[in-house]
């Protein structure tokens, strides 16, 4: 195997070399508990200010509005739960859409057993979720709605101006909460010019370590923690920090944020060469990600074929990619995302996620339609049956 091509980065990425460094260096000589009274203690505990500041500069926001979390999936529990668990008489109705991470759908779930009134906004055939039906839904009664801003599937963008003009005619005292796990450092996310509450962020998708990530909550918003101990994170998150990866984080999201125009502009790039290499090559493919869509993810159908059986060959290959979503990959059921969109089954069986970076090149691109040009004639159930 020549040279690896890494296609998932919506799974996960690959960390920048100087955020491994600055972990490094941070676990070696800055081991000390942040609320430990003596230097080593404070030194961790600047650390901590210091990556608090540089995420909250990518949001434009207040560092006291960011709370470090164990990454997306506790900072999307966190805000549902929190903000429904410290506004008691907020109202007994939420509202969410189809296609959310299982780290929302799961917690709505669980809430919807405890009595709350749920709506799943429908999407549209680009993922988009469908605004008279989110319209219809909001009542006087709606006490949070929580969005992703861009789809880890399909890279759908939600239209959240939108979503706070329905809420700010029906009913202005919901909270919006926002999943931008996939969209932060990607596009500008600024929550205090989108007249939003809450946004959960995540380290791992933007070249920082795992296991760490970030709520922004709104100065004046009541949230309550879902943890209990030590009360640090302002008592929001209790559990000795993860200094190290807090650090990473906040370089990774100062790093990435500092590059954002020339990244969206290169991975753009990339994302109109490879569908159109796609299209000149594949002629039944059908490119499931809209125009409009984040350009970091690229989800492409490709009937007649078994999409894990592709994405095993393609790693033959030192090609790198996902079926759907890596997150919830160990369930074989069908993709919830391209089910909502209406994508038929047949299409759903064979579609790959392609994620970039911006460190991904269009020479790895024209490798990867090459490779597909060998593999796809060889697995396609129908070839298989004319032989
Ligand atoms: N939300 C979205 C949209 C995601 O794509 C993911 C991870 O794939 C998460 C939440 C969960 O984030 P984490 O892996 O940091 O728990």
Redesign the pocket.
């Known amino acids: 195997m020549s040279h690896e091509i890494y296609l998932d980065n919506?799974?996960?990425t690959k960390p920048y070399d100087e955020v491994v460094q600055y972990i490094v260096e941070v676990s070696r000589s800055y081991y000390g508990n942040p609320s430990s009274l003596h230097t080593k203690g404070i030194e961790a505990e600047n650390l901590i200010k210091k990556a608090r500041l540089q995420t909250a500069n990518v949001l434009r926001a207040d560092p006291k509005e960011i709370y470090f979390t164990?990454?997306?999936?506790?900072?999307?529990n966190l805000a549902v739960l929190g903000y429904l668990r410290a506004n008691p008489r907020a109202g007994k109705h939420i509202i969410t859409s189809e296609i959310?991470?299982p780290?929302?759908l799961e917690v709505f779930k669980h809430l919807a057993s405890e009595g709350f009134r749920v709506d799943y906004i429908p999407v549209d055939t680009r993922g988009t979720i469908r605004l008279e039906a989110l319209r219809n839904a909001v009542d006087s009664e709606t006490a949070l709605m929580s969005f992703?801003l861009?789809?880890?599937e399909v890279g759908a963008i939600q239209p959240v101006s939108e979503i706070v003009k329905i809420r700010k005619e029906l009913c202005p005292s919901a909270v919006i909460h926002i999943?931008a796990?996939?969209a932060f450092g990607k596009i500008p996310i600024y929550p205090a010019g989108m007249n939003i509450e809450l946004l959960?962020m995540?380290?791992?998708?933007i070249h920082g370590p795992?296991?760490?990530?970030a709520l922004y909550v709104k100065k004046g918003v009541r949230i309550k923690p879902i943890l209990f101990g030590g009360g640090q994170e302002t008592a929001l998150r209790s559990g000795t920090e993860n200094v190290p990866g807090i650090c990473g984080f906040g370089l990774a999201a100062e790093t990435t944020a500092s590059a954002m125009e020339d990244n969206l502009t290169k991975v753009s790039g990339l994302k109109e060469f490879f569908i159109g290499k796609i299209k000149e090559n594949f002629e039944d493919a059908v490119i499931n990600s809209s125009d409009e869509a984040l350009p970091y993810i690229i989800n492409v159908s490709f009937p007649n074929l078994k999409s894990e059986v592709l994405l095993h060959h393609l790693e033959q290959k030192g090609i790198f990619v996902s079926t759907g979503?890596?997150?919830s990959s160990h369930k074989s059921s069908q993709s919830h995302v391209l089910k909502a969109m209406g994508v038929s089954a047949k299409y759903i069986d064979g579609a790959i996620r392609f994620s970039l970076s911006a460190q991904n090149t269009p020479e790895e691109l024209d490798t990867t339609i090459n490779s597909l040009k060998e593999i796809i004639p060889v697995i396609s159930i129908k070839h298989r049956g004319k032989v």
């Not at 164990?70 to 999307?76: D, L, M, Q, R, V």
């Open positions: 919506s799974a996960t164990s990454g997306g999936t506790e900072s999307n959310e991470h780290s929302v992703m861009a789809n880890n999943d796990v996939q959960s995540s380290s791992h998708k795992k296991g760490i990530g979503s890596a997150c």
